[in-house]
């Protein structure tokens, strides 16, 4: 027998469970679902909307075209109510405060906090990539962060229907 092709395939059961228990909530309660991947209400109530979803890729493909859609109003509520990289979590405290002055100067600099994929990235990778972003101007760095934060609602998408 081949486990790992059984694991794929129990996983992938599990999966479309979810994807049909997504599909299958009241309205308002697949709102909240969605707006716990993504802080802008507009993109909440249009995937909740868009239900039912009849294979992940149109789940995935859907968010994508609705997060294209959005508005710069709707974009920073995103960012806005996302919580902020953790500082906190750093254990060396040279590095955790060098990075929450940088995110200090980030917000003063551009208006809306620091957004990034943090998956895989050391405090210090974080730093350097705060660090650079510093020099854009607000629209490429609006650019850049609203790109981030579509990659976040995308994994935490993922993991809503791995849990």
Known sequence: MNWDRLVFELHGLKIYKK???????????????FRECCGSSEWATRMARSRPFPMLDHLFVRADEIWAALSPADLL?????????????????????????????????????????????????????????????????LMIATEEQRKITEDRLGKLLER
């Open 19 to 33: 994807l049909n228990w997504l599909n299958e909530l009241p309205l308002d309660e697949a709102e909240y679902v």
């Open 77 to 141: 509520e995103a960012i806005a109510a996302d919580d902020d990289i953790d500082a906190g979590v750093v254990t060396v405290p040279e590095v955790r405060r060098k990075l929450a002055d940088a995110m200090s100067l980030y917000i003063s600099r551009f208006g809306f906090r620091f957004v990034l994929r943090t998956a895989d990235k050391s405090a210090d990778e974080i730093l350097a990539i705060c660090h650079s972003r510093l020099g854009n101007s607000p629209a490429t760095e």
